[in-house]
């Protein structure tokens, strides 16, 4: 029997998916994104994961295809500098084809995503998909007239760093100020209650009590929201003004018929990305697409990896080609 794996390498877990060669999903395993290490550590973690898979069903592997947290170098498969990831550098495809001896195909993860959605997802039969995701980062995917969009390294996709503010308030953990992942992703989200507590002149509410000492984190803060919980309910709309105007911004670069919304945060509230969807209209001049969760839930960027070494698409495998003439 033979398999394709699929990879969905995120800040905080790695999934790694056992495939058929027609991509249906086997089986999959989670494991925590490894912090320390060096640069082999996740490729490690990944490989023992791989290993863990097949002893369990036997066969052998055609390819590999991994979705990963970014930017990144695509004509090397290195990951160069994740903001959310404590090994900010590291390996992935070069030591997983010498230990697999087979075909590697390393992608950001949202462009993986994008490539499910516009393979198999919501966004099949269409020729313009962009995929966004809301979780410990911020990023997306498009493609556009049919091609899946990669760019000179690999990172044409970076939406989460779309400046939104310009105030100096919000900084991202790639450095830069005001960028939308600074303020509305999981890994900013108590930072940017703390900043927005410090402005409030309402009630001392509990939400605004935890938030002004920096403890209120994005699934308390979506609880107590629910609860009607006044800080609560001024920030979750503040978060929802502000998606709505990086959605916004990415239908007016990319101008999809079809865009999804995925990644934990967005997921696990979809009455919260329901209303910074309605707010996307005030802020376009194109017009707007079908915007939705994706269809293929915590799995986009599993199944995208998979169908990126299953078929591959024309764009990755022409940077590969120039690289290995280089």
Same mark, same amino acid.
């Given at each position: 029997?033979?398999?394709?794996?699929?990879?969905?390498?995120?800040?905080?877990?790695?999934?790694?998916?056992l495939?058929?060669?027609?991509?249906?999903?086997?089986? +999959?395993?989670?494991?925590?994104?490894?912090?320390?290490?060096?640069? /082999?550590?996740?490729?490690?973690?990944?490989?023992?994961?791989?290993k863990? /898979?097949?002893?369990?069903?036997?066969?052998?592997?055609l390819?590999?295809?991994?979705?990963?947290?970014?930017? /990144?170098?695509?004509?090397?498969?290195?990951?160069?500098?994740?903001?959310?990831?404590?090994?900010?550098?590291?390996?992935?495809?070069?030591?997983? +084809?010498?230990?697999?001896?087979?075909?590697?195909?390393?992608?950001?993860?949202?462009?993986?995503?994008?490539?499910a959605?516009?393979?198999?997802?919501?966004?099949?039969?269409?020729? #313009?998909?962009?995929?966004v995701?809301?979780?410990?980062?911020?990023?997306?995917?498009?493609?556009?007239?049919?091609?899946?969009?990669?760019? +000179?390294?690999?990172n044409?996709?970076e939406?989460?760093?779309?400046?939104?503010?310009?105030?100096?308030r919000?900084?991202?953990?790639?450095g830069g100020?005001?960028?939308?992942?600074?303020?509305a992703?999981?890994? #900013?989200?108590?930072?940017?209650l703390?900043?927005?507590?410090?402005?409030?002149?309402?009630?001392?509410?509990?939400a605004?009590?935890?938030?002004?000492?920096?403890?209120?984190n994005?699934?308390? @803060?979506?609880?107590?929201?629910?609860?009607?919980?006044?800080?609560?309910?001024?920030?979750?709309?503040?978060?929802?003004?502000?998606?709505?105007a990086?959605?916004?911004?990415?239908?007016?670069?990319?101008?999809p018929?079809v865009?999804?919304?995925?990644?934990?945060?967005?997921?696990?509230?979809?009455?919260?990305?329901?209303?910074?969807?309605?707010?996307?209209?005030?802020?376009?001049? #194109?017009?707007?697409?079908?915007?939705s @969760?994706?269809p @293929?839930?915590?799995?986009?960027?599993?199944?995208?990896?998979?169908?990126?070494?299953?078929?591959?698409?024309?764009?990755?495998?022409?940077?590969?080609?120039?690289?290995?003439?280089?």
């Amino acid at each position: 029997m033979y398999y394709v794996v699929g990879v969905d390498i995120g800040a905080t877990y790695t999934r790694v998916g056992l495939f058929s060669p027609e991509g249906t999903l086997v089986e +999959k395993v989670r494991v925590g994104t490894p912090k320390v290490g060096g640069e /082999l550590a996740i490729a490690s973690a990944i490989a023992s994961a791989i290993k863990e /898979l097949l002893s369990r069903w036997g066969g052998s592997l055609l390819s590999i295809g991994v979705g990963t947290v970014g930017p /990144l170098d695509i004509t090397s498969g290195d990951v160069v500098g994740a903001p959310n990831v404590p090994i900010g550098r590291f390996k992935i495809r070069e030591p997983l +084809k010498r230990l697999f001896g087979v075909d590697v195909y390393v992608v950001n993860d949202c462009v993986a995503a994008a490539w499910a959605e516009y393979l198999v997802g919501a966004g099949r039969g269409f020729r #313009n998909v962009v995929y966004v995701t809301i979780s410990t980062g911020i990023g997306g995917g498009a493609v556009v007239d049919g091609h899946l969009l990669l760019g +000179k390294d690999g990172n044409a996709h970076e939406i989460g760093h779309i400046v939104l503010d310009l105030s100096g308030r919000f900084r991202c953990g790639c450095g830069g100020l005001g960028h939308w992942e600074a303020i509305a992703s999981g890994a #900013n989200i108590p930072r940017t209650l703390e900043v927005l507590a410090r402005e409030w002149r309402g009630e001392a509410t509990e939400a605004y009590t935890r938030a002004l000492g920096g403890n209120l984190n994005p699934e308390e @803060l979506f609880r107590l929201w629910r609860t009607g919980d006044r800080f609560a309910e001024f920030a979750a709309d503040f978060l929802a003004e502000v998606n709505a105007a990086g959605i916004a911004s990415v239908i007016n670069v990319y101008d999809p018929e079809v865009l999804t919304v995925g990644g934990s945060i967005a997921l696990r509230n979809p009455d919260f990305v329901e209303i910074s969807a309605a707010r996307v209209g005030n802020y376009l001049i #194109n017009r707007k697409p079908s915007i939705s @969760l994706t269809p @293929l839930g915590d799995d986009v960027v599993l199944v995208g990896a998979a169908l990126i070494s299953i078929k591959p698409p024309r764009e990755l495998l022409e940077v590969l080609r120039g690289a290995s003439r280089t």
